[in-house]
């Protein structure tokens, strides 16, 4: 499993997210902003 971890979504560079349906913000956990990406399984929602 391919995953990307950032320990706050605002560290998400904008050149790595290729998801243009969804942001960093809306998939981060809301109490810590940590964000932990399973890229198949994202770019499978994207696909849809």
């Known amino acids: 499993m ?6 706050h979504w605002r560290d998400v560079p904008e050149s790595a997210w290729r998801w243009p ?3 960093p913000a809306e998939i981060a956990c809301r109490g810590t902003g940590k964000l932990l990406i399973n890229e198949p399984a994202l770019d499978k929602l994207q696909a849809l």
């Open 2 to 7: 391919t995953t990307m971890t950032y320990k």
């Open 21 to 23: 349906n969804f942001s």
